[in-house]
């Protein structure tokens, strides 16, 4: 019997992060290798793809596991693909197993929190351009910040420590 409880108990709290992860789904199908297209847009912005436009402008989610950055993918930075301000660090980024990248600090002043407008959760966005780069949720325990950034792929571009460096030097 308390095994029985014990699992009822386990399925209850992964149904709770299950959903806490599941945002508006948009078909992105993108192919991550052409997240940007040449040139900038009539703001100065970088133009996205229809994909990325669907999530950035749109405030549509990539289906999770679905997006490039899910996976650890080493020290640098994680900046915003609409505009390339420098948002998240590899060093906040953890797996909390949703299906987007987590983080569990912004870069000061680089991410902005808006209440959604049926007040469940909180919507992240560039502070620089606006771009939609997925929720927040807080008390969930994964970090002893007990924050995690939901964030998708699309929104994000990650820029290796080594280019990082080079860029600073020049």
Request: glycine share 4%; no cysteine; net charge positive.
């Given at each position: 019997?308390?095994?029985?409880?014990?699992?009822?108990?386990?399925?209850?709290?992964?149904?709770?992060?299950?959903v806490a992860c599941q945002q508006k789904q948009v078909n992105t199908n993108a192919?991550?290798?052409s997240n940007f297209v040449p040139g900038v847009d009539s703001n100065g912005y970088n133009k996205l793809t229809a994909e990325q436009e669907a999530v950035i402008v749109h405030k549509g989610t990539e289906r999770p596991y679905s997006g490039e950055y899910v996976k650890d993918m080493g020290e640098g930075l994680y900046v915003c693909a609409r505009c390339n301000e420098a948002l998240y660090?590899?060093?906040?980024?953890?797996?909390?197993h949703c299906g987007w990248p987590s983080f569990d600090e912004e870069i000061e002043g680089k991410v902005k929190r808006l209440p959604d407008p049926d007040g469940m959760r909180t919507e992240i966005q560039c502070v620089n351009c606006g771009a939609h780069l997925g929720h927040v949720f807080v008390g969930e325990g994964f970090t002893a910040k007990n924050t995690r950034h939901c964030v998708n792929s699309i929104s994000l571009k990650f820029i290796p420590a080594a280019e990082v460096k080079r860029?600073?030097?020049s």
């Open positions: 019997m308390k095994n029985i409880k014990l699992i009822l108990y386990t399925l209850a709290i992964f149904s709770v992060f299950a192919v991550q290798d660090t590899s060093k906040t980024k953890f797996d909390g860029k600073n030097q």
